[in-house]
């Protein structure tokens, strides 16, 4: 899952995203409101976490142009100010939910999950395809009952998978959700990392779920 930090203080940004990718999340972050809007409009996120106070442009301005634009991805905003006419001004612009700082780490992850659990599980956090499954919040991957130790990043490809289960997904499609903007990957990385998974997920067991669509990319599921 790939998370787009908008926030102005350096500090705060990157302790966000050092914590959030040791949660195995993607992340990208920009520093004022107009890179913030542009890497919204034409990146393609799972969620976004946006600062009200933010240079060039602020964040209610920059929740309202994604709205008007027709990007649906969940927002969550930060702000200093816990007063109800800013909570209600930043719903009111399209805001999926709203934390005041300071806030702890364990609480946003909470919120963060909550948010990104809505369009497909409403209630759990375990992901499911045949006999197997993946809790996004222990970490734990089972196959049969068995557990499978995965690395940070092959745990977010998994997920990534998972959570499009039926869907052809193209090497760009996984590349751009599951590695942050700046890392230096090429398709060949990610057949490696797919070859990794098979290796542990499918190998061990009678039936594969991680098949490969020539010409176009993967897909997990019970059929090719």
């Not at 993607?26 to 009200?52: M, S, T």
């Not at 690395?151 to 990534?160: G, R, T």
């Amino acid at each position: 899952m790939k998370i787009l930090i908008i926030e102005d203080e350096h500090k705060i940004a990157q302790a966000l995203k050092e914590g959030l990718e040791q949660e195995s999340f993607a992340v990208d972050v920009r520093f004022d409101g107009e890179a913030g809007l542009q890497a919204g409009l034409f990146d393609d996120y799972d969620l976004i976490l946006l600062d009200v106070m933010l240079p060039k442009r602020d964040g209610m301005e920059v929740c309202r142009e994604l709205r008007q634009n027709n990007i649906h991805t969940p927002i969550l905003m930060l702000t200093a100010r816990d007063q109800n006419r800013d909570i209600i001004q930043g719903l009111n612009q399209g805001a999926d939910d709203y934390l005041p700082k300071p806030f702890s780490f364990e609480v946003l992850l909470a919120r963060i999950r909550a948010l990104l659990r809505r369009p497909h599980e409403a209630i759990s956090t375990v992901l499911k395809v045949a006999d197997l499954s993946l809790d996004t919040v222990t970490k734990e991957v089972k196959r049969a009952g068995k557990p499978i130790k995965l690395s940070a990043k092959e745990f977010a490809l998994l997920e990534y998978l998972m959570r499009s289960q039926g869907k052809v997904l193209t090497k760009n499609n996984i590349l751009t959700h599951v590695w942050d903007f700046d890392a230096d990957v090429l398709p060949n990385n990610l057949e490696v990392f797919i070859s990794y998974l098979r290796a542990k997920v499918d190998k061990p067991f009678k039936k594969s779920l991680i098949h490969t669509v020539h010409g176009f990319g993967y897909k997990l599921g019970e059929s090719a």
